[in-house]
């Protein structure tokens, strides 16, 4: 009865309306009535235009709300309603939306959010790793790596962003039998691979004579012929040394054996005839002893470089320098002089073993007398008993002895004296001789009976003794 009542007040304020304000009903005011839930009546509204959502309760004209995304990682692709966004806030209208995240090795994210008029709504997206980590290691270290066909690296091998799944981890080393292993990654794991390569090939130690032998094995040289790793099969082994024919053999190798070749080169040789005058004379061969005399031939005597040389009693030796080809006769013909052996030498100076220096620049050979003082006429008789040649010097062929700065007495110190004036041949009068003074490289002339620090050297141009 109440709810009738109030709808017949309701009603007559209405017509009062209308007949007081008759613009009140007029068409013109565009309204709409709207049932009042819950009372059985009626209120006057303004219409809404068709796919318009009538006002809500935040005020009238609000129909739209915000959408705030937040995603992580950095560089996550973000798309709302299938197009592409940056992460942040977006004015969206009121209904569901679409939201997206994506990155490469993450699991995409995917949500249908409703929006309300006026509504706020917050979304933060933490995508989750689709990735591990693989670590690959092998013995030996060094094997090349392919994941699932892809060559990737060698050992040790380590990627910490794998995309989870199931791969076929293959290793291949030249001197190793391949290895491969299916695996797993798994999200935020980390997948270890160890694999213990067995040996493919074998060892090869080639030793002989001669020990100087280059080695090529298939066409390769080989520096240490000692242990050479080979793969296993069949495999050309070449050997050459100077002055040997060159050897080849073909060598079989095993994975996992050892295997020596022994060889003996061939030498090639050739023959060396030598003679002498005076004949008689013994011959060395590269400093050994032959056991033969001239003239004889050496044969067998190896091809390549060799000294020969040619000594007899109360001669000088001569060496002579020949190189033998395969096949041939090297001849040597040399003739021995009479002399004496070399006991020491100083440049252009040579000392035999008869005391006599030899300069090899002027020929004239020197001989130092008594290592005391002595006046003119003593150094010329002491010259005169030597004979054979000897004679007393000129000045000129002192100072051609004297050098500054050499041995103790500015001269080569083969020639043994302390003291610092010597007497030349050459006179004026009959009681004046000249001298060369080796303190300083002078000359000058003296009384024949001085004898202080004077001393005596004899000269020929050539030696008979």
Not at 42 to 51: A, C, I, R
Not at 167 to 181: A, F, I, P, Q, T
Not at 224 to 249: Q, T
């Amino acid at each position: 009865m109440k709810t009738g009542a109030n709808q017949s007040c309701l009603l007559f304020v209405f017509l009062m309306l209308c007949i007081c304000f008759p613009a009140f009903a007029d068409d013109d005011l565009n309204l709409d009535w709207m049932p009042i839930p819950g009372t059985g009546m009626v209120k006057p509204v303004q219409p809404h235009e068709p796919g318009r959502q009538p006002p809500g309760p935040e005020g009238p004209g609000i129909d739209f709300g915000y959408l705030v995304v937040e995603v992580s990682p950095a560089g996550a692709r973000l798309s709302i309603d299938g197009e592409e966004r940056t992460p942040g806030f977006y004015q969206v209208s009121v209904g569901p939306h679409l939201l997206r995240v994506e990155k490469d090795l993450y699991h995409s994210y995917e949500k249908t959010v409703a929006v309300g008029t006026g509504d706020t709504k917050s979304i933060s997206v933490q995508l989750k790793p689709a990735f591990g980590t693989l670590a690959v290691s092998s013995d030996p270290s060094g094997a090349e790596v392919r994941i699932s066909g892809i060559r990737v690296g060698t050992t040790p091998y380590k990627d910490e962003k794998v995309r989870s799944g199931r791969y076929r981890v293959s290793l291949n080393h030249r001197w190793y039998d391949d290895w491969s292993k299916t695996i797993v990654v798994k999200d935020r794991e980390t997948t270890r691979v160890q694999a213990d390569l067995p040996p493919n090939f074998g060892t090869l130690t080639i030793t002989g004579t001669p020990s100087n032998v280059s080695v090529t094995i298939d066409g390769k040289p080989v520096p240490d012929a000692r242990n050479v790793r080979l793969l296993p099969g069949h495999h050309r082994v070449k050997l050459k040394a100077p002055h040997h024919f060159p050897a080849e053999k073909t060598v079989s190798i095993a994975g996992g054996k050892q295997k020596t070749l022994r060889y003996t080169l061939k030498p090639q040789q050739g023959a060396i005839s030598v003679e002498s005058t005076p004949y008689g004379a013994d011959i060395l061969l590269d400093g050994e002893k032959t056991g033969k005399k001239t003239p004889s031939v050496l044969t067998k005597v190896m091809a390549g470089p060799h000294t020969v040389k040619v000594q007899k009693k109360d001669h000088q030796p001569i060496e002579a320098r020949v190189t033998v080809e395969n096949g041939g006769v090297e001849a040597v013909r040399v003739t021995l002089q009479t002399g004496h052996r070399v006991a020491e030498r100083d440049g252009v100076y040579v000392l035999l073993d008869n005391g006599v220096v030899r300069d090899a620049r002027t020929g004239l050979e020197w001989k130092a007398g008594p290592d005391k003082d002595m006046d003119w006429n003593e150094a010329r008789s002491w010259v005169q008993n030597l004979g054979e040649g000897w004679r007393m010097p000129t000045v000129d062929e002192l100072e051609g002895l004297y050098k500054k700065g050499t041995g103790s007495r500015n001269m080569t110190p083969l020639l043994k004296t302390t003291g610092w004036t010597v007497w030349s041949g050459e006179t004026k009068g009959s009681s004046v001789a000249r001298y060369f003074d080796f303190t300083n490289g002078s000359r000058s002339w003296d009384d024949r009976g001085t004898s202080y620090n004077d001393r005596a050297f004899a000269v020929r141009s050539r030696s008979d003794g």
